[in-house]
């Protein structure tokens, strides 16, 4: 199997830590993908017209996104469940946390796209400060969940959880969030035991 | 059950679809919710900080998110398997198709975004255009896919389907996705015998 990849790309990040925990990253093959708004990327919108990292392109040449759907597949092909319980209220509870930091990255990025990537004097403040509003509220939303959440065996959520964080260090590194928010500081200090987790971490900004 | 519910909105839209095709639509209370990035709604960010339609509000007060993994609830309340095929390769390429589809739409709601909520000074055409591509070239994924997408059973990506062209309707009038996509048209109005689809279109613009 073939991933798109980036290492600046959370959500790519978040497919490599996922490969990792389940004993399946010796059978994917990285291939470096370049993206950015208003750049166009001909070879790569030919493999997904949405221009977005990652995808996993499948031996028989299937083609599967997005980084959520990649970790389903990967989760089934390591035996199912295992970091997407398989049943329960549990299994709608981490799917709705993974849904949230989702869309948290999401909001993250229209940020930096809207403070370094758009031209400077198109640039809107209000926009700036509503996505970025939703990315520390969804946070916020994880603070007082830390030891539950540090309870469970690894799943989806923790992973996207680490990935939101370490995209925050990555691009808004005077953002505050470890003064904010000890308990995800302390999450994210344990998260980094994992080697998956350190070695993905992004490259100095 | 309560859905937040804009008649505007095609992921609630999506939803909606889903709900009445499984038979579950009387148990599901719509609650209006309106977003507008820029523009606070605190009610609204206090049940979901990504201020996005639509959460699904569990009788036990459990809310999930987002509009797909509320698809994915409502297809195991109906039993499992109606709308996303429980196993096979199938599975994958319609998991596939949807997210595909969703990017779509993210992509156009960028558009309408920019173009029509964004000051008009700072409006950035590289941006629309680059958007505007991603969802009309995902349209034309499905331009030679549609004889076998209507010789299945209804699932989330036929579903989806209608709920982009619907929306491309809606927002983008003068795209011209009917002569560009003849299969697409075809497709869309093969939807649209059923009430479900009819019922939930956009209102006029």
């Known amino acids: 199997m073939k ?20 004993g399946l990253i010796d059978q ?3 291939f470096p993908a370049a993206v950015a708004p208003g750049q166009a990327n001909d070879e790569y919108s030919q493999i997904t017209p949405l221009k977005k990292l990652p995808v996993l392109i499948l031996d028989n040449g299937d083609v599967i996104l997005d980084s959520y759907v ?10 199912g469940g295992k970091l997407i319980p398989a049943s329960g209220p549990l299994r709608w509870k981490i799917k709705t946390d993974h849904s949230l930091l989702q869309g948290a990255l999401d909001a993250m990025l229209l940020c930096r796209y809207e403070k370094m990537v758009r031209p400077e004097g198109l640039r809107w403040q209000a926009w700036s400060d509503d996505h970025w509003n939703r990315a520390w509220t969804a946070m916020a939303r994880f603070e007082p969940q830390i030891d539950a959440m540090l309870a ?11 990935c939101v964080l370490g995209y925050a260090d990555f691009r808004f590194a005077d953002c505050g969030w470890r003064k904010a928010y000890p308990n995800l500081d302390r999450f994210h200090q344990k998260m980094l035991e994992r080697p998956s ?5 992004p490259p100095a900004a």
Request: aromatic share 8%; no cysteine; charged share 20%.
């Open 3 to 22: 991933l798109s990849f980036s290492p600046a790309s959370p959500f790519a990040r978040k497919v490599r830590i996922a490969a990792i925990e389940l």
């Open 152 to 162: 469970r065996p690894l799943d989806i959520a923790q992973i996207a959880l680490a």
């Open 28 to 30: 994917i093959e990285f």
């Open 70 to 79: 990649i970790v389903e597949y990967l989760d089934e092909l390591a035996g």
């Open 197 to 201: 987790v350190t070695i993905s971490l």
